[in-house]
């Protein structure tokens, strides 16, 4: 298992886990935030395959979200779905955390759906048990209302 950050030209590989509603838009604000340097994306690799990938924002126009240097956003957690269950998800987790702690973060946020028990069951175990805020939000033409969890070290 590989773990690093995705460049711009690895962007299509995204389409591997998560069915994007608009492709174009998706790569045209993933190429933005990543040469702003305002997100990373770090992506699992079982050898050349993607089967995994966190998003990590380092600024948001909503501070209970992201404050670069302080708190970074975790967003777009997915594992593929023939590979969940087996631990894949606790390290790639386990290690964006720690890669973002030895950059100077020590509060990390991310959201959970109400009625996703499973993904708050997760959560909870990496610490993520503090709800900030409730938050409704419509991306690519789907709504979105879930709870904010922040992490402090």
Do not use: C, P, W
Request: charged fraction near 30%; aromatic fraction near 14%; proline fraction near 0%.
């Amino acid at each position: 298992m590989n773990i690093r950050t995705l460049n711009t030209g690895e962007l299509d590989l995204l389409f591997q886990l998560f069915d994007y509603n608009d492709r174009d838009e998706m790569l045209a604000e993933n190429t933005k935030d990543i040469n702003e340097g305002n997100v990373d994306i770090f992506g699992l690799f079982q050898e050349n395959r993607l089967i995994g990938e966190i998003h990590a924002a380092y600024v948001h126009n909503d501070e209970m979200f992201a404050v670069r240097n302080k708190r970074a956003y975790l967003f777009g957690f997915r594992i593929h779905k023939d590979l969940q269950g087996k631990g894949y998800g606790q390290s790639l987790m386990n290690e964006v955390i720690q890669i973002l702690e030895e950059k100077g973060y020590s509060e990390f946020t991310i959201g959970v759906e109400d009625d996703n028990e499973t993904a708050k069951h997760i959560y909870s175990k990496f610490g993520f048990t503090n709800l900030i805020v409730r938050i409704s939000e419509e991306y690519q033409g789907d709504r979105y209302e879930y709870g904010l969890y922040l992490k402090a070290l």
